[in-house]
């Protein structure tokens, strides 16, 4: 029998649609009904491409026995934290606050007012580990509904009470500054693995938003520690097993601290973060490598998570099916010497195991290895290389490939649209511009569509039914600002500027702080507010960072002002914690710098406006477009004369002006040094 998440557009839901769980999705009539039923609520929260979730579904929820028990005593609501990350960010937050560690599958028992008593994330059919069964779990939490109610009730409103109390009052007093960047350089100089690059030990996550904030500190001051810290954990990432040396991408990230297996799924954020790293290590270094990763990572991400519709599915899982049929994870991807020989013949796959570190052992399960580049084959021959790559990537197409989650999340499709019209225009690559274009058209078309507010997901091109978050409007403002600057159209600056205003009026509160839900969102038990940056820029962060932009652009006071509001929790948490704070400090460098607005009277593609995008100066703005109707576009390029008849480029901060130049060097060297004015 399907339930009832057959209706539904996310393709988590749908997964278990066919449980015998009578699963509801997040919605007011199932907490309606747990009151009608007098039973709690049991909530559970994942995603499509979780592993545990899988393993969990497969133990219980498809267990006809445990699903008759939870739908006697429960109503089981079934949430897709992607799609919902609100409920997700409210509900992790009390189970980390209870339990001291958080995760998903996350497992939360509520009352029907939506209040937690009861939490935990994976729980195995089996009492192990000191953990104890997922029956267990049920029985014991029903026992306590019918006999102790009262302790619940009690229990739950502590809870609340105390999720209440952690309510951020605004970021601090005033803008971060030289001193608190520094420590905040200082704190990750503490953190840093000398040895393998990255911060902190396993797990190690790629850290891209700190690396773009060491890139930015590196333009403004000179600091060449900063400098090596990005560039040698990028060269370390890219070498590892956490980047897949045959189809380009990252994994989610490593299970060591050396970077060599990594938990396999591969999200678009983290794609699309790191290929805009990559591109601007390159813009700092002009390191091959980082050209050759940001490119095929971009090229990964047009390959493998494009929709039909030009958007960018979420992710691609980490399990999938291997030669004996069973499900595991990173079965696509990884390769034992027998398989090697099997593709390439004895001397080639002797070559290949040394190149890519593939040994009799093997690094991961099974005497399986994951390729990665260990760099101790001596000088290597680049044609052989490319040949052997080619095979096995042919190779290994043959193989079932990994299940795709194919619904396009509004943010992680703003930071796809920013990566990939950088790169492009880096890179010379019209086509990936093209492709950021089409997303950012998707974008606008079908999630802002009709309603004029930003809508969180779609699949197969329908707009979904939650609503945007601020990390949605953020990251869509950023893509659209990156997206005018490359491609001189100033309709993506206007877009930015509604989704802004959007941020002004629904998502801030007193003092400079941010809400993660509108006004007038759906209440849930405590109004989610969190400034620091994961797996991505909170929506607090990135909104700062798009509002700065697009102030720069338009000179709008009331986004600047908003932006400094923001940037007061930078002020309070980057010296602290700077490691889960990084894109704040990039904003905050941008902030430092001016930012530096740079108007460029000349055609777009020219050499003078590839010049300004190349500028290192940190979250420097860039206009570009000839004629009269320029200025229309832009408001940066308002009485901005050609000077002798040439293309002439303006460098500005801060309302001053240097003298313009038509001379590319001279544009280069004042988008170089540190800001003057």
């Not at 990994?402 to 492009?424: F, I, Y």
């Not at 801030?508 to 849930?524: F, M």
């Not at 003078?608 to 190349?614: F, I, P, Q, S």
């Amino acid at each position: 029998m399907a339930n009832r998440l057959a209706q539904t557009t996310s393709p988590y839901l749908l997964q278990h649609a066919d449980n015998p769980v009578d699963w509801w999705p997040w919605s007011p009539e199932a907490f309606e009904e747990a009151r009608r039923r007098d039973v709690p609520v049991l909530l559970s929260v994942g995603y499509a491409s979780c592993h545990w979730c899988h393993v969990m579904a497969h133990e219980s929820f498809e267990d006809d026995a445990t699903a008759a028990y939870m739908n006697e005593h429960f109503v089981s609501v079934k949430v897709d934290r992607e799609e919902r990350p609100d409920v997700d960010a409210v509900y992790m937050e009390a189970v980390q606050a209870a339990t001291g560690h958080g995760g998903w599958p996350m497992t939360v028992f509520l009352t029907a007012d939506g209040e937690p008593f009861y939490f935990g994330t994976y729980f195995p059919p089996e009492a192990r580990h000191g953990s104890p069964s997922f029956r267990q779990v049920l029985e014991g939490v029903a026992a306590a509904w019918k006999d102790r109610r009262d302790e619940v009730a009690e229990v739950a409103g502590r809870i609340v009470a105390d999720l209440a109390g952690r309510s951020l009052v605004h970021g601090g007093d005033g803008v971060p500054g030289e001193s608190e960047v520094a420590q905040a350089l200082l704190g990750l100089t503490r953190e840093y693995d000398e040895q393998h690059g990255g911060f902190g030990g396993a797990p190690k996550f790629p850290p891209s938003m700190a690396v773009e904030f060491l890139l930015r500190h590196y333009a403004r001051t000179g600091s060449e520690g900063a400098l090596q810290m990005a560039a040698d954990t990028c060269a370390a990432m890219a070498r590892g097993g956490i980047y897949d040396q045959l189809g380009g991408g990252f994994a989610r990230y490593s299970v060591d601290r050396e970077w060599i297996v990594p938990h396999f799924e591969k999200m678009l954020y983290d794609n699309a973060l790191l290929c805009r790293v990559y591109a601007h290590l390159w813009r700092a270094t002009g390191s091959d490598e980082a050209r050759r990763i940001a490119l095929e990572t971009a090229d990964f991400m047009v390959r493998e998570l494009r929709t039909a519709e030009g958007g960018f599915a979420s992710a691609l899982d980490a399990d999938s099916e291997d030669a004996d049929g069973r499900h595991v994870e990173g079965a696509y991807y990884v390769w034992t010497p027998a398989q090697l020989r099997e593709v390439l013949g004895e001397d080639d796959a002797a070559f290949a195991a040394a190149y890519y570190g593939v040994t009799e052992d093997g690094t991961f399960e099974e005497g399986a290895s994951v390729l990665r580049l260990p760099g101790d084959a001596g000088p290597v021959d680049a044609d052989r290389v490319a040949d052997v790559r080619a095979r096995l990537l042919a190779a290994r197409e043959q193989r079932p490939r990994p299940g795709r989650d194919d619904k396009v999340v509004a943010a992680w499709n703003g930071l796809a649209v920013a990566a990939l019209a950088e790169t492009g225009a880096y890179f010379d690559r019209p086509d990936l511009v093209e492709r950021a274009t089409e997303a950012a058209d998707l974008l606008v078309r079908v999630h802002l569509g009709e309603v004029a507010r930003l809508t969180r997901t779609s699949k197969d091109g329908r707009a979904g039914d939650n609503a945007g978050v601020l990390e949605d409007y953020g990251d869509v403002a950023e893509g659209f600002l990156a997206l005018a600057a490359v491609t001189g159209e100033g309709a993506w600056l206007e877009f930015a500027g509604f989704l802004l205003d959007i941020v002004l009026e629904q998502f801030t509160g007193e003092g400079g702080q941010l809400y993660d839900t509108a006004h007038d969102a759906e209440q849930l038990i405590r109004r989610p507010q969190d400034p620091t940056d994961s797996a991505t820029p909170s929506g607090w962060t990135a909104a700062a960072g798009a509002l700065l932009s697009y102030a720069a652009y338009t000179g709008a006071e009331p986004h600047r002002t908003a932006a400094e509001g923001a940037l007061g929790v930078v002020k309070a948490l980057g010296p602290r914690v700077p490691r889960f704070v990084g894109w704040g400090l990039a904003v905050a460098e941008a902030l430092l710098d001016g930012p530096r607005e740079v108007a460029v009277a000349g055609p777009v593609g020219g050499e003078l406006h590839r010049t300004a995008l190349l500028g290192r100066a940190p979250g420097a703005v860039v206009a570009a477009g000839e004629g009269p109707g320029a200025g229309a576009e832009f408001p940066l390029l308002v009485d901005r004369p050609l000077v002798g008849g040439q293309p002439t480029a303006y460098v500005c901060r801060h309302f001053v002006c240097s003298a313009p130049t038509t001379n590319a060097g001279e544009l280069a060297a004042a988008l170089a040094g540190p800001a003057g004015g």
